[in-house]
């Protein structure tokens, strides 16, 4: 299973975003997905998570400026930022809970990550 991050980059503070992340491979299901950051000298935090049914969770810090969506018809998962602060710069990745197997649980698999750089 590969998941492939993409759409981040550099943006003025105020400006929007929007990151994709679409899973590949062979594999039955995938359960909940998330996006986390790692800014430098940083632990890794969760952004945001959605539940397969589409039920959402959102750091406070991103609360009110960050939305979370998925297509399961294209396992997929977006994240759309707005209001983009210079504390948001952080390498983010996605995160899915891919079962490979009908009888399997669940596996956490990791994308490559994705810079994001927000300007003063």
């Known amino acids: 299973v590969q998941l492939q991050a993409s759409g981040g980059g550099l943006v003025q503070a105020g400006g929007s975003l929007r990151l994709s992340c679409a899973a590949s491979?062979?594999?039955?299901?995938?359960?909940?997905m998330g996006w986390y950051r790692q800014a430098p000298g940083k632990q890794r935090e969760l952004v945001a998570s959605?539940?397969?049914?589409?039920?959402?969770n959102y750091a406070d810090s991103v609360k009110g400026r960050c939305t979370i969506s998925r297509d399961n018809a294209k396992n997929t998962v977006y994240l759309q930022m707005n209001s983009l602060k210079p504390e948001d710069t952080a390498v983010y990745y996605c995160?899915?809970?891919?079962?490979?197997?009908?009888?399997?649980?669940?596996?956490?698999?990791w994308g490559q990550g994705t810079q994001v750089t927000v300007s003063s």
């Open positions: 491979g062979s594999f039955f299901n995938i359960n909940g």
């Open positions: 995160n899915a809970d891919v079962v490979r197997g009908m009888w399997d649980t669940g596996v956490s698999s």
């Open positions: 959605i539940s397969r049914g589409g039920r959402s």
